[in-house]
Every structure is written in C-alpha cells, then in structure tokens.
C-alpha cells in the first residue's frame, strides 16, 4: 500500500518556541495557531518539533507568522499506567511570512541553532 505523509501549514506561533538539548541534538519545540478560513473562530494549535537548528529561530517568536513543511508523527508514552498520545508536526522547513523583523533573542544558543 503507497502512502505520503506531508503537511504544510501558515499560521502565526502562539509562544515563544523552547528550544533545549536532547542528547546530542538541539530541539526547537512551538505550537502553531492556524485559521480555518470554511469555520469562522474555529482554530488548529498544531505542536511542532524543529530539529535542523539555523539561524531561522533566532527569529521565531510568539505571533510571528510562518509556513511550515514536514511531516506529522504521533508520539506514543504512558503515565500514570493510561496509554497517552497525541501528534506533532516533524517540521523540515520554515518560511517567515511577512515583514522584515529583528531577531527574537539576543543570548546565544546551544551550538546547532547558530
């Protein structure tokens, strides 16, 4: 059975993205508010995980429109001994929508988001 698994999104980020160090990579996590322009007030905050590090994020801040490309994936773990679940967007590439902004962070970052 073929299958594809691509998604592409533009919304504006709802927080400031957390960027940490997991093992010997560099995470940028945000979430994503996208309109449903068929469904007035009706909104997808869609989870995603950035993991190719670049000078983009320095960037990404809350309310900065973006496009974004990946793929999805549903991320599977256990607490409290109930199966949880829910799925996040693997984000390959990220376009800035809009004007021309100023970097959301002046501090430096862990070495792969320079």
């Known amino acids: 059975m073929a299958s594809?698994?691509?998604t592409i999104l533009m919304g504006n980020i709802t927080a400031d993205p957390d960027i940490r160090r997991?093992?010997?990579?560099d995470v940028c996590k945000f979430s994503v508010a996208v309109n449903n322009p068929f469904r007035e007030g009706k909104v997808l905050f869609m989870d995603c995980e950035y993991w190719k590090g670049g000078a983009v994020v320095n960037y990404l801040n809350k309310g900065t429109s973006v496009?974004?490309?990946?793929?999805?994936?549903q991320q599977v773990w256990e607490r409290d001994g109930q199966k949880r679940?829910?799925?996040v967007l693997n984000v390959n590439a990220i376009q800035l929508v809009g004007g021309k902004?100023?970097?959301a962070r002046e501090e430096e970052f862990v070495s792969e988001f320079r």
């Open 4 to 6: 594809y698994n691509r």
């Open 22 to 25: 997991v093992g010997e990579k």
């Open 67 to 73: 496009l974004v490309e990946g793929e999805l994936d």
């Open 85 to 87: 679940s829910k799925v």
């Open 101 to 103: 902004k100023e970097p």
